[in-house]
């Protein structure tokens, strides 16, 4: 499995945009990426999950480049309940996968 | 609520108990996978099952430790013989195939905590 790099932490303030990126330089053609989203005592939440270009939901985007050897978390207008730790895994679109975390990115929004 | 639930959501026993836990995937999920987390670090994998067949076991998943998923359904996980290092949340997070990957959904964690 590929093994991914991002930021130990990140500062922002509420209404801002927050974008969180991640390195995936091994990253396979088969695999998609996929980002969780983490709060303190809590199992972690499904956030976003892409291949390639530009995916969006009702919480956040998902930019991958051509080359696909990183991806970047986009928030949009962040508020104080977003403070939480992201985490970006790669895995592959065949078989299971047993997700490789890392230590995630700590995001903390100020008000 | 139609997600993946775990019980008991906290745990706390002596060291050299017995624990369970067990896990209810999300009902058409047929893959279904144990984690293990400890303070400020992300998840590790302990063990995957498809349907009722355990399909992959970690190597931090100790003889003390068993997992089951009996008639593919709800899993549980026990730990025999407790030890202090043993305190962890144990994550639970089921899957169903599809053309877009394997997306895992987690449940909220049993947090165990022996004394």
């Known amino acids: 499995l590929a093994k991914t790099t991002q930021p130990i932490s990140m500062d922002s303030y509420e209404g801002q945009e927050v974008n969180i990126t991640c390195s995936h330089n091994n990253i396979a053609t088969n695999d998609y990426i996929t980002w969780y989203q983490q709060f303190p005592s809590q199992g972690p939440r499904f956030i976003i999950q892409g291949y390639k270009t530009k995916v969006t939901n009702e919480v956040a985007s998902l930019f991958i480049p051509a080359d696909r050897k990183s991806s970047t978390l986009s928030l949009p207008r962040v508020s104080l309940s977003d403070t939480a730790v992201y985490y970006c895994?790669?895995?592959?679109?065949?078989?299971?996968?047993?997700?490789?975390f890392g230590a995630g990115t700590r995001l903390a929004v100020h008000p | 609520d139609t997600g993946v639930s775990q019980d008991p959501r906290h745990k706390i026993t002596k060291r050299g108990q017995n624990v369970t836990f067990r896990c209810d995937p999300i009902?058409?999920?047929?893959?279904l996978y144990w984690y293990r987390q400890t303070l400020g670090q992300g998840p590790e994998f302990l063990t995957y099952?498809?349907?009722?067949?355990?399909?992959?076991k970690s190597r931090l998943l100790s003889d003390r430790f068993s997992a089951e998923r009996p008639k593919g359904s709800f899993s549980t996980l026990e730990i025999q013989r407790t030890e202090q290092g043993d305190s962890a949340m144990y994550l639970c997070?089921?899957?169903?195939?599809?053309?877009?990957?394997?997306?895992?959904?987690f449940g909220p964690g049993t947090r165990l905590t022996v004394l």
């Open positions: 009902s058409e999920h047929n893959r």
């Open positions: 099952f498809q349907n009722e067949a355990q399909l992959e």
């Open positions: 997070a089921s899957s169903f195939t599809s053309a877009a990957g394997d997306t895992q959904y």
């Open positions: 895994l790669v895995g592959s679109s065949g078989g299971y996968n047993k997700l490789i």
